[in-house]
């Protein structure tokens, strides 16, 4: 729940993404709640995340509630049009993902060996590279199964 809190206090706190008296008014509980779950004093329940992440529809409070789980969220575009930047975009996302883990992998290897730290790290960029592949698969699968269209303009 670490993580929850982390990014609960970047989203609030840091950036101000939403306006806490706001939101917790939206969920019907009181803004020093949502302020102790920031500052991981308290934990929310899962009810209280999902309605969390359904007023802010922020994918990184669902990203942080999913970590380590193997699951990844994933949201539909059936419907739209997907144009030839975004396409690239994600593509290009995921080759730098995929290359870091490479580099960092070919890094860690040098000496035969792979310390507890080095595993942590390629654990981190594996995770990151799960959800870059997911990110191009949502764009491009839609596409693929004809419930989207590639917008040429």
Not at 55 to 71: K, M, S, V
Not at 93 to 102: E, T, V, W, Y
């Amino acid at each position: 729940m670490r993580e929850v809190a982390f990014t609960l206090y970047k989203i609030f706190i840091h950036e101000q993404r939403y306006d806490i008296p706001t939101t917790a008014d939206r969920m019907g509980v009181s803004a020093s709640l949502i302020y102790k779950w920031c500052e991981n004093k308290s934990t929310p329940s899962v009810e209280q995340l999902r309605q969390l992440f359904l007023i802010t529809e922020d994918r990184e409070i669902l990203d942080a509630i999913l970590i380590g789980t193997g699951f990844i969220p994933v949201r539909r575009i059936a419907g739209k049009t997907v144009s030839p930047k975004d396409i690239r975009e994600e593509l290009l996302d995921n080759h730098d993902s995929l290359a870091s883990i490479h580099h960092y992998l070919k890094q860690a290897l040098s000496d035969g060996e792979v310390s507890q730290k080095e595993a942590e790290k390629l654990a981190d960029l594996a995770e990151q590279n799960y959800r870059e592949a997911a990110d191009l698969l949502l764009v491009i699968r839609p596409v693929t199964t004809g419930e989207a269209k590639v917008n040429r303009k």
